[in-house]
């Protein structure tokens, strides 16, 4: 895998290096079963506030609280699907998902509201992989210009709030970091990009943008030129080595690929990022300076 990173750097120069956040710089832990009942029992209270009781007393209050958020994502995600490249409508996201509870239609303050109140803090929540902060420092230190570009349903300043606890805001400036959530588009719409770049001040074609996602990451840097890194997410590489027992690491990031490619059957082509790694810390094998 060496021998193929050096041949995707042969000519270029590069500068800057953006990074996907989820499952590329952090990964989920368990959730906090305490905090998301709190919310929950607030967005309670505001549908309380704006549907009739007796409508409400209909509604299974366990089932709300334990199917809400999720039903919320899944529509937001549809609502993704239908517009490929910007942010979704999170209060028509809200009510699609009431419905599913019997609940009427409301106001878009109550429901954006709620969407709001659905957010998890990323503190606490998150974990960064044991390598992201020195592999970040060691690239800063070498130079190199980094930035972020990410997909989130919630941002803003609460979401700013968790990045800088995380240690994060060390390495990028908060103006360099695209959040699709604040911005209203999405990978791989390639705005979202530019936003990160010209904050850089960095050219496309001396950049790196690193990420676990094919289509959002790698197939949406690549419509500008940038070359690519595609991290396959930790949990993914678990299942695929307990499937197909495979100890050999360059064979299986290669089915990874492959395996992940049969998900983005309606681009149409085959979605081939310029480097492959499994760890962060690879990335300082092959950015050794900057500007070579």
Not at 129 to 157: E, I, M, P, Y
Request: glycine share 6%; hydrophobic share 40%; net charge negative.
């Amino acid at each position: 895998m060496q021998n193929e990173n050096v041949q995707a750097l042969s000519g270029k120069t590069i500068r800057s290096i953006l990074f996907d956040l989820g499952e590329t710089l952090w990964t989920n832990l368990h959730k906090d079963d305490t905090l998301t009942q709190a919310v929950s029992q607030h967005t309670i209270q505001i549908i309380r506030e704006h549907v009739a009781l007796k409508v409400f007393a209909q509604v299974d209050l366990a089932q709300l609280h334990n199917q809400l958020r999720y039903s919320v994502g899944i529509k937001a995600r549809e609502l993704v699907r239908s517009h490929p490249g910007y942010e979704p409508d999170f209060g028509l996201a809200v009510n699609n998902a009431l419905l599913q509870f019997g609940l009427p239609l409301l106001e878009r303050s109550a429901s954006e509201a709620i969407f709001e109140d659905l957010r998890v803090p990323i503190f606490g929540t998150r974990r960064l992989f044991d390598d992201a902060l020195l592999t970040l420092q060691t690239l800063k230190l070498r130079g190199f210009s980094l930035g972020v570009v990410t997909n989130r349903f919630w941002g803003g300043q609460p979401f700013l709030a968790d990045v800088q606890k995380l240690g994060l805001f060390d390495y990028f400036h908060p103006a360099a970091m695209a959040i699709s959530a604040d911005l209203g588009i999405r990978k791989p719409n390639p705005d979202i990009f530019w936003h990160t770049l010209r904050a850089l001040n960095a050219a496309p074609e001396e950049s790196v943008m690193v990420g676990d996602s094919l289509y959002a990451d790698i197939a949406g840097a690549q419509k500008l030129g940038m070359l690519t890194v595609w991290k396959p997410k930790h949990y993914q590489r678990a299942e695929l080595r307990r499937n197909k027992q495979c100890d050999d690491d360059d064979s299986l990031l290669s089915y990874a690929m492959e395996h992940e490619n049969q998900k983005y059957q309606h681009t149409l082509s085959l979605i081939k990022p310029d480097i492959i790694i499994e760890h962060l810390h690879e990335l300082l094998d092959v950015f050794v300076e900057v500007g070579r």
